[in-house]
Every structure is written in structure tokens, then in C-alpha cells.
């Protein structure tokens, strides 16, 4: 979406506002949860199409999962925004040459997974039912898949999990919040009203959603990757992370962006894995 055609919304909701502004803040809320991509294309089934493919069910939602089957440790892959399973393509055999029993979802809203809209407190709870049903002992979380993981591991402190993998993800839904209010062009009627939907819906305010501060109680293991010049989340996060996670490794990269895809990363989080 261009920034002229993202401006032209926020200055139409901003006008709306005026009139209402529950209902412009409600179609904000909308137009953030709302992924305008991330259903497969033809190519990236071909990437799928060699797992074993199951559906698990969250509040009438349809989760689906993915397994390519090994004899060594599970590990459960969760993408982020806007994506869906084949964005493991870049690492897939790497993990498969390793014999691990290699895990995978789609979020709600992407993939093949049921659901119109997205938010990483939903998507934590489909992490919990693949972990519940597979019991993963490691989990790779990319973007907001990794803020969904921690949630997850916050809310639900699964048992089989002993190492995570933290790929350019948000240490708060704040920040999250606060760089598509910048974007958007969004007034303060808006603003506010935008916090107090998440406050309804939630039971919590915005500032609660703190990933890095939800850390302090997961015991297990954790690799923090980010790089330096991320210009989606911040390195900033990944230093909140760092600080936070007691039980944690940084690395710092410099030009492989957000997506982090990258082969030399490969060795150093298989590494991980089997440390």
C-alpha cells in the first residue's frame, strides 16, 4: 500500500472520527487486524506440499499444521505477519537434514487457517493447541510469530519446551501499536479510542502486551536474532529482549533485514538447538 493511499484512509477515518469516533476507531482496529496477504500462492504449495497436513480446531477456528517427520527433536516453526509456512523454505532441509521432526502452522487469517482477522493473543492460543498436541521442544517464532510464542510460553509455560528462537520479533504490542498510529496519521480521537478496544477486548491496557517483560518467566533457553538495521521492529526490541531474558544469546546481524533469511544463521541456531 502506498504512504499517499495510506495517509488518504487515515485522513478519511480522521474526518469520520468527528462523527463518531468509535466507529472510525472500530474501523481502524479493522483495517489492523486485517492481513491483505499471506494465503498461499501456487509456488509456495509446492513447498508445503511434501508435509503431512492436519487440522486442529481454536474457538471454531481451524488451525492448520504442518509435519515433516524425523526421528530427532521437534521444533514447531510460527511465521509471522502477512506470511505463512513456506517463509521456512530458506531453512527447511537444513532442519530436515538433521533428522529433526520439523513442526508448522499458519496463523489465523493466513495460510491455510481459519479466521478474517489476526492478533498475536489469538495466534498464541493456536501455538498452544499445536503444542499441546505435539509437544515441540523447541520452538522458532518469526516477527509476531516469535511475540505470539512468548505469550504463549507467558500464559501457558508449556512443559515440553526447553529452547526458543526469537527472530526479529516485537517486545511490545505498544511499540507495534504505536508505529501504525504514526503511519496512518491517526488523530487522538482515534488514538484513545484504539487503546480503549484493546482494553475492551482484552481486559488489559496496551502497555500490558510486553513481550520482553513476559520473558522474565519462561525458564526455557533462548536465541535472540535481530539485525541492526531492521526497518520494521527496531533493533531497540531486540535489546528490551536481551535485558529481559535471563536466560538468553544475542546476535546482532547487519543487512539481512526483517526476514533474517539468511544461510549463515542457519549453523549458528542449529548450534542452538543441539547445545
Known sequence: MSSFLIKSIGNVLNATSLISSKYASEKAIDLFASPRKGRYTDDQRKIIHSAFFQEFQYDNLDIATYRWVGKGKKILLAHGWESNTSRWEYILEDLK???YHVLALDAPAHGRSGGKQFNAVLYS???????????PEIIIGHSVGGMASVFCMHNHQLTSVNKMVLLGAPAHFIGVFSRYKTMMGFNNRISNGLDHIVLERFGKP???????TFTESIEAKGLIIHDKKDIIIPYEDAQLFASHYKNSELITTKGFGHGLKHTSLTPRIVEFINS
Open 206 to 212: 496496551v502497555d500490558y502486551f510486553s513481550a520482553a
Open 125 to 135: 492460543e493456536f501455538i498452544n493447541v499445536v503444542a499441546q498436541n505435539f509437544q
Open 97 to 99: 537434514a538433521q533428522d
